[in-house]
Structures are given as C-alpha cells and as structure tokens.
C-alpha cells in the first residue's frame, strides 16, 4: 500500500461514504418511522427535538457525530492494511520496514485517540441536551392543564410517572445514541472489511464446485444464521425487561408509601401486613429477574460459542493458502482480523438484542406515559370562568367516574361576606364538588363562575413544599426577596408563634408539624393570599373546637368580604356559616337552607 496516498484517499473515502450515509440513513428513518412500531414511537417521542424550526444544533450534533463515526471505520481500515504490512514486514525480516510500520502506527494510534476522546466528549454533550429537551417536554405536559392530576384516573396506562420521567429518559438518550451509532459503524465497517476481505479471500471447493471468494460468502451464512437464532431465543427478553422494569417501581412505591404512612401504620401495628405486602412486590421482582437471567444464559452462552467459534475459522480456511505460499503472514493475519471484524459487525443485532430488547420496554412505557398525558388533557373539564367577584354555580351536575350522579342540577349564588356550609352524608359528593368548582373534576356538567382573583382551597392534609417554613406557609406564591416581619405577626395570629425563630429553617415540615399545626398553616396562607374565594375541605377536622372557632373568627375579621366554602360534619361549624347546604346523597338531591 502506498502510504502516502492514505491522506487523500481517506478524504475522497469519508467524503463518499458521508454522502451515502445520509442518504441510506434518511431513507431508513422514514421507512422505520413508516413501517415499525418502535419506529414511530421514537418518532413521537422526538421529532420536534431534530426539528431545525426549533433549533439547527441538533442535527449539527447527528452531522458531526456521523463523520467522526465514519472516522472510527477509516481507522480500522487503515489499521488492517497497518498489521499487513507489519507481519509482512517481520516474515520478511525486514528491519526498515518493521520500524516504519512502528512510526506509522504512532501516528494512527495519536489520531485514533484524539478522534475517541473528542468523539466521547460530542456524543455525551448531545446526549445531555437531549436529556434536557425530553424532560423538560414531559414534564411540561404533565404538569401543564393539571394533567399530574387528571392522569390519576388513567393510572393503568402509566403507572409510575416518576420513574418515567427520570429513569425512562436517561434510558432512552443513552441507549438511543449507542444503538444508532453502533449501527452505522457496523454497517460501514461491513461494507468496508468486505471489500478487504473479497481482495484476500480464494476460491474453495465444495462437492465438487468451486466457490469464488467463497470466505465472504462464508461469513454472511455464518452470521445470518447465528442471528435468527439469536433472535428466536431472545425474544422474550422484550417482555421481561418490561417487567422488570414495571415491578421495580412499584415495589420502590410500595416503599415509599410506608415512609409517607409511617404513623399511621404505627398506630395499627400494622408492620406485619405491610411487611407481608413488601415481601410479595419483592417476591415478584425476584421471579422476574430469574426469569431475565435463566433466558439470559441461553443467549449469551449462544452468542459466546459463536464468537470463539469466529476466532479460529478464518486460519482454517486460509491455512491451505499461507502453506501453499499462495499468500503471505501479512495476509493471514489481515484476513483473520478483516474476518474478525465483519463477523462482528454483522453480529451486531445479535450482540445488541438484550439491549434493544431494554430499549423496546423503555420506548413502550415512554409512549405510553405521553398518551396518558394527552388522554388526561383531552378530558372535558366543567366550564368555568371569571365576572368581576362573583361566585356562582348554574345547573352543575357532578357524577362519579362510572356515571353515578352525586349532585344534579345545582344553582347556588354565594354574595360577598357570605359563607355557605356544605354538608351530607358520607360518599355524597361535599369534596367532589369542591373538586369540580375548582376546575379540575372532569365527570359532570353546568356553568362555574370564580371570582378573577385566584381562589385558594384547604385540604383537609395541607401540601407542605420541602424547603423553609417560610415557603411552605407562602405556598402556593413565592417569597418574597426581602421578607418582612409580616409572617411573624402571622405566625402570632394562626397561634404557631413559638416558631418564629425557624421560619428560614429548611426541613420536611410535613414531618415536623402535627396535622392540626399544618391545618393552622394553611389558614395563614389565606391571610397571606387575601383571595375573594376561599374553600375549605374539613380544614379544621384536626383541630380542637376552641381553634377552629379561633381560626373561623380569624377569617371573618382580618378578610371580612371573602366568600367562604366550608365542607364539615362538625356542628359547631354552623355558627360561622350564613347558609347550609345539605346533599342528601340520593339521585344528586340537595337542599339549600339559611342558618
């Protein structure tokens, strides 16, 4: 080979097989995306990120990644003629040769590094960026329209939406970029070494017929048969990889549920139910990881006997030849490696099937987390909408999910200054139709109108952010850079003023405060918030009578012109309400009474 050459000639080769590349591998995304499953999902799932509307850096990224890639395959081409002329050399005993061959390695060997380092370094940057696009995307979509919420009813099509989110997308970036690579290289570098090892590879005689080049045709064979039954016996990882990683979340949930309920199981004594529920998750995850290993052996034992098969095939072949003197060590040895290398490529789905079978799952639980989200945004939300301070509700029907009516046909006009107290039976429909006035309760129908200033509503549990007391008696509205000694006063009248000194102290406060401390909280945030609206969901049920008379006194003097809804059972709420209304719990009955 002539050396000196190589410069050029590696520019005209990468230059073509870039051009060619791009072309097959436009042709092959659209006919994947046309005519697969998995095709179309990822599709789905990111082709608003390769968009150059959005932004042109993305397939500046794939442009550049493909040529370095393109790269990687010239170098083993220009290492494979190197070992040539190095074997060649030393049968030869050629000293000068040898040496030669030693400073042209050098030089390979220098841009080989650098080609992987750089390398390394644009494909791990493309798929952080990647990574930030995907979540940001996801995580938008859930949260926007309330779809976090709304999805709960949907839960059977995505369950765990953290671990989606989190775990799924990392999953998918990576896996995304080494199989797409890895693809293209195999592909190439086949091609390439083909050529190499038509030129080396002679004729052989079978039954009487001889075969041209008849190791080319050896090698395909070879491979494509190993490569069926690689895919028949690991099929079935696709479904237990899946699985395992639909199990692992819930038994991960399944823990971070008895965190979130630790009291209360405490209280019932209820560690040897809960451990009896762990053990039978855990019972689970482990079957289905003996299932994942014993299929797994089957498949890398396979694919190990055909690798170690490869190793020694091509000096059998060519053994004849080299003794013959038909062929020279350089070529023997550039044969086994040429060989070696196009077994590999072709063996690539078959080396990669346990992963691609990963990367089906992921994609899987991915696009069905993104249909959940759109099914939940599609949900018919009641119509409501803003008139000045008005709060009003006209023929508002609220139903069950299974079309069971709670409450049928409801007008309630609730004046400035006025409190109405929402009452019934058990399962009546008194916190769905919170719910719905709130806007987030698609199972109904009728006319809402909410004041234009944000209401707020209490729960009977207060959300309580992580982070400082400040913030969580501020939520939902942010801290205010500079704050004032107004939370202190605040703390004072909600009767948490032995907190004062911890109102910057970050920590789980949810843990820290008792139920009727964090109910007590919540009515700070209405003194906070001064809203127009104001409903309350058994927000005092923690408290004893003397407080919630303390906190209702609280409301109805420092927001005397805020409307209030209060759903409760206690009868001592009645002294703080204008007017009852009661749901009788039957075909959606209801009865509005003046207290």
């Given at each position: 080979?002539?050396?000196?050459?190589?410069?050029?000639?590696?520019?005209?080769?990468?230059?073509?097989?870039?051009?060619?590349?791009?072309?097959?591998?436009?042709?092959?995304?659209?006919?994947?995306?046309?005519?697969?499953?998995?095709?179309?999902?990822?599709?789905?799932?990111?082709a608003?990120?390769?968009?150059?509307?959005?932004?042109?850096?993305?397939?500046?990224?794939?442009?550049?990644?493909l040529?370095?890639?393109l790269?990687a395959?010239?170098?083993?081409?220009l290492?494979?003629?190197?070992?040539?002329?190095?074997?060649?050399?030393?049968?030869?005993?050629?000293a000068?040769g040898?040496?030669?061959?030693?400073?042209?390695?050098?030089?390979?060997?220098?841009?080989?590094?650098?080609?992987?380092?750089?390398?390394?370094?644009?494909?791990?940057?493309?798929?952080?960026?990647?990574?930030?696009?995907?979540?940001?995307?996801?995580?938008?979509?859930?949260?926007?329209?309330?779809?976090?919420?709304?999805?709960?009813?949907?839960?059977?099509?995505?369950?765990?939406?953290?671990?989606?989110?989190?775990q799924?997308?990392?999953?998918?970036?990576?896996?995304?970029?080494t199989?797409?690579?890895?693809?293209?290289?195999?592909?190439?570098?086949?091609?390439?070494?083909?050529?190499?090892?038509?030129?080396?590879?002679?004729?052989?005689?079978?039954?009487?017929?001889?075969?041209?080049?008849?190791?080319?045709?050896?090698?395909?064979?070879?491979?494509?048969?190993?490569?069926?039954?690689?895919?028949?016996?690991?099929?079935?990882?696709?479904?237990?990889?899946?699985?395992?990683?639909?199990?692992?979340?819930?038994?991960?949930?399944?823990?971070?549920?008895?965190?979130?309920?630790?009291?209360?199981?405490?209280?019932?004594?209820?560690?040897?139910?809960?451990?009896?529920?762990?053990?039978?998750?855990?019972?689970?995850?482990?079957?289905?990881?003996?299932?994942?290993?014993h299929?797994?052996?089957?498949?890398?034992?396979?694919?190990?006997?055909?690798?170690?098969?490869?190793?020694?095939?091509?000096?059998?072949?060519?053994?004849?030849?080299?003794?013959?003197?038909?062929?020279?060590?350089?070529?023997?040895?550039?044969?086994?490696?040429?060989?070696?290398?196009?077994?590999?490529?072709?063996?690539?789905?078959?080396?990669?099937y346990?992963s691609?079978?990963?990367?089906?799952?992921?994609?899987?639980?991915?696009?069905?987390?993104?249909?959940?989200?759109?099914?939940a945004?599609?949900?018919?939300?009641?119509?409501?909408?803003?008139?000045?301070?008005?709060?009003?509700?006209?023929?508002?029907?609220?139903?069950?999910?299974?079309?069971?009516?709670?409450?049928?046909?409801?007008?309630?006009?609730?004046?400035?200054?006025?409190?109405?107290?929402?009452?019934?039976?058990?399962?009546?429909?008194?916190?769905?139709?919170?719910?719905?006035?709130?806007?987030?309760?698609?199972?109904?129908?009728?006319?809402?109108?909410?004041?234009?200033?944000?209401?707020?509503?209490?729960?009977?549990?207060?959300?309580?952010?992580?982070?400082?007391?400040?913030?969580?008696?501020?939520?939902?509205?942010?801290?205010?850079?500079?704050?004032?000694?107004?939370?202190?006063?605040?703390?004072?009248?909600?009767?948490?003023?032995?907190?004062?000194?911890?109102?910057d102290?970050?920590?789980?406060?949810?843990?820290?405060?008792?139920?009727?401390?964090?109910?007590?909280?919540?009515?700070?945030?209405?003194?906070?918030?001064?809203?127009?609206?104001?409903?309350?969901?058994?927000?005092?049920?923690?408290?004893?009578?003397?407080?919630?008379?303390?906190?209702?006194?609280?409301?109805?003097?420092?927001?005397?012109?805020?409307?209030?809804?209060?759903?409760?059972?206690?009868?001592?709420?009645?002294?703080?309400?204008?007017?009852?209304?009661?749901?009788?719990?039957?075909?959606?009955?209801?009865?509005?009474?003046?207290?």
């Open positions: 080979m002539a050396w000196q050459d190589t410069l050029l000639e590696s520019g005209l080769w990468l230059l073509k097989a870039y051009v060619l590349t791009l072309l097959a591998g436009t042709a092959a995304i659209w006919c994947l995306q046309r005519f697969t499953r998995w095709g179309n999902q990822f599709w789905r799932l990111t608003a990120f390769f968009s150059p509307r959005r932004n042109w850096r993305p397939l500046a990224g794939v442009a550049l990644i040529l370095l890639t790269g395959v010239r170098l083993d081409v290492f494979s003629n190197w070992y040539n002329t190095m074997y060649s050399a030393l049968q030869e005993l050629n000068p040898f040496w030669a061959a030693m400073l042209l390695f050098a030089g390979l060997a220098s841009v080989h590094v650098v080609r992987s380092l750089f390398d390394y370094y644009v494909q791990q940057a493309f798929v952080v960026h990647w990574r930030e696009w995907l979540n940001e995307r996801l995580l938008s979509r859930w949260m926007e329209q309330q779809a976090y919420y709304r999805s709960a009813s949907l839960s059977h099509l995505a369950d765990n939406p953290d671990q989606r989110i989190q799924d997308i990392t999953s998918f970036a990576d896996t995304s970029m199989l797409a690579v890895g693809l293209i290289n195999a592909v190439v570098s086949t091609i390439a070494f083909t050529l190499i090892l038509w030129n080396l590879s002679g004729p052989m005689t079978v039954l009487d017929h001889e075969i041209p080049r008849a190791m080319v045709f050896l090698v395909f064979i070879y491979v494509f048969l190993a490569t069926l039954l690689a895919i028949k016996i690991g099929k079935p990882l696709i479904r237990l990889n899946f699985l395992n990683e639909k199990l692992n979340a819930d038994y991960r949930y399944a823990l971070v549920r008895i965190r979130e309920y630790a009291e209360s199981i405490a209280f019932y004594r209820g560690e040897r139910v809960e451990g009896r529920t762990l053990r039978h998750w855990f019972a689970q995850v482990i079957g289905n990881t003996w299932d994942i290993i299929r797994s052996l089957k498949f890398l034992g396979f694919n190990f006997v055909v690798t170690q098969t490869a190793v020694v095939f091509p000096f059998i072949i060519q053994a004849s030849r080299f003794f013959s003197k038909q062929i020279s060590l350089g070529d023997l040895i550039q044969t086994a490696q040429a060989f070696g290398q196009l077994q590999a490529n072709l063996s690539f789905f078959r080396n990669v346990d691609f079978a990963t990367y089906r799952a992921t994609l899987d639980r991915l696009t069905g987390f993104d249909a959940a989200v759109d099914a945004r599609q949900m018919q939300l009641p119509h409501t909408h803003q008139d000045g301070s008005r709060l009003a509700l006209k023929n508002v029907t609220v139903c069950r999910p299974d079309g069971h009516t709670l409450l049928k046909d409801l007008n309630l006009e609730v004046p400035a200054a006025q409190a109405v107290l929402v009452r019934g039976p058990s399962g009546a429909g008194k916190t769905t139709l919170l719910r719905m006035i709130a806007g987030i309760w698609p199972y109904g129908s009728g006319e809402i109108i909410r004041p234009d200033t944000a209401s707020l509503f209490l729960a009977q549990k207060p959300y309580l952010p992580m982070g400082t007391l400040r913030q969580a008696l501020h939520y939902p509205q942010p801290v205010a850079a500079d704050p004032s000694n107004r939370d202190e006063a605040i703390l004072d009248q909600i009767q948490l003023g032995h907190l004062h000194d911890q109102l102290v970050e920590d789980d406060w949810s843990r820290i405060l008792s139920l009727g401390e964090q109910q007590r909280l919540a009515f700070g945030r209405l003194l906070i918030a001064r809203p127009d609206a104001a409903f309350l969901d058994e927000a005092t049920s923690a408290m004893d009578e003397g407080l919630e008379d303390a906190m209702y006194r609280l409301l109805r003097t420092q927001l005397p012109d805020m409307r209030i809804v209060s759903v409760g059972h206690r009868s001592t709420l009645r002294r703080h309400h204008d007017t009852e209304l009661a749901l009788q719990g039957q075909d959606g009955g209801w009865q509005l009474n003046p207290i």
